[in-house]
């Protein structure tokens, strides 16, 4: 659950970096780029929420199965673990740049800066530092419609025809300022090192991904030229033309959800062919390209849908009906993508990697602890207040399965006020059943706050994106009100981080299987590693020292 107050924090720490540029110039780019292989290809898929035990469940019980052939063909990394946070952002542009959060800025899809001016500022001399940077459909121009306002006909099943360079379908009125150019901050200046996608652009091939927001316009890079091609209709716009219920979006119904992510299955099957993610224009197979699924995470989070109950069974393992029925249709959609790479002639060429973004927690259901952040918030305010203060104390928070929480007075004091108090209160909530339950220290495990947060992300305490209280909650945890979520991501919860990490080459005849710890970050020097290019032009793979992954 997100809130934010109308105060803008009241300083600025004077080192902080704000956009892109700053972060980039201290890490050199090569002088000459370098030439890709001939003909290789890459094609990167994220089965958001899918975990390594979901796949292993899955292949075991159906062994002629698409993702039991992706396996059995293929290196399986086994224990691969997400960054943290474990959102969608911090997720995917660490798959395709090679770097966690504090080096790549990106904390969360919805988080707080310090150092930028509110969205639709127009007067940068006398405005309150202070801004919420939202990657989500909050920044489109129409973020009810599927095509994010462009304007097409015939949706939902013209979506299609949707542009591949949906930059002009951000809303700059939406975005946060920069107090410097007094202009929008665009997602892919917000990213403080490059891509993948800019790599491969150098090296002279083409590339193309298919998102759930205009916001992955991110991963075209600083430079703002990395994607040819990106396909990103809204999720959360309204489905009601597809014939689900008024008001709902694509997330709110797994029948829903499963039918959108077809939309961009049928994308990157164009591409395959050789033609751009509308299948109208013959532009020659990317390099380097793939997609995001919502499928399963929407089955693990809905408690119900189309008549079937979502999540796990009792023993917090097997899928229950309604992700049973979605990972059945990820896998006839990955088959779909990976008979039409066979029946390509660059079958041999093509290396096929299967991960996610993120995972999901909790999948024992008994576990469960829903509570609402909104108390929690409230009383952390009025504590402040009866302090001696005027004014609240949270300016901003991000609480999914995680506690992230940014204040209008940006000191140790003030954060170690914050730790104090939500270790010090219980907060109230419900348990799967819907009855209700009390949970200590606010549902919290640990707390890091001011400096401590800064050394956790291996940043500089000037960082003007990080927040000043990051909480790992105890497990079974989720912040939101009332009862319609039974999972969540975004925390540091092993099942939020464990995911499936595959592998398959178009070379590869037989299973391997490397047990050692790996991170999803390692994809990024990996795919440049298949294309023949140097994993070390990617900036964070010069700062973090990120290494390809092992080859069995």
Known sequence: M?????????????????????????????????????????????????HQSDLDWYVRSHPGSALARL?????????????????????????????NPGTTGIYYDDTWNRALLPAGTTDCTTAKPGAEVAMTEAADKNQNALDAGQGLTGLPNGILA?????????????????????????????????????????????????????????LSGPSGTGLDDLFAPEINSDASAAGFPAGSDWTTDNAATQQYDAYKVQAVVNEIGGK?????????????????????STAQKLPTSDGLAGGYLADGVTPGPLLTKALDDINTQVGRMTDAIAKSPDAKKTTVILSAKHGQSPTDPATLKRIDDGPIIDGLNAAWKAAGHADDLVAFSTDDDIMQLWLTEHTQAAADFAKQYL???????????GSSLTVQDSGLSSVYAGSQVADFFHTAATDSRIPDIFGVVQHGVVYTGGTKKIAEHGGADPQDRHVPLVVSRGTDTSASTVGSSVETTQIAPTILRELGLNANDLQAVQIEGTRALPQH
């Open 2 to 50: 997100k809130t934010t107050t109308k105060r803008a924090a009241a300083a600025v720490l004077g080192a902080a970096l704000t956009t892109a540029g700053a972060a980039g110039a201290a890490v050199a780019a090569p002088a000459t780029p370098h030439k890709a292989a001939s003909d290789q290809h890459v094609l990167l898929l994220s089965v958001d929420g899918l």
């Open 71 to 99: 396996v059995g063909h293929g290196t399986s990394y086994t224990d691969a673990q997400t960054p943290v946070p474990s959102d969608s952002f911090p997720g995917m542009v660490g798959q395709l740049t090679g770097g």
């Open 162 to 218: 949707m542009t591949g360079q949906p930059r002009s379908l951000l809303n700059p009125a939406s975005l946060p300022v920069d107090p410097t150019t007094c202009k929008p901050v665009y997602p892919n200046q917000y990213l403080k090192v490059n891509t993948v996608f800019e790599v491969a652009k150098k090296a002279g091939l083409r590339t193309a991904w298919s998102d759930k927001h205009i916001a992955y316009d991110i």
């Open 276 to 296: 751009d993610h509308s299948g109208t224009q013959n532009v020659g197979e990317p390099g380097v390209f793939g997609m995001n699924f919502q499928t399963v």
């Open 423 to 433: 270790l010090a209160h219980s907060a109230g909530g419900n348990s799967i059943s």
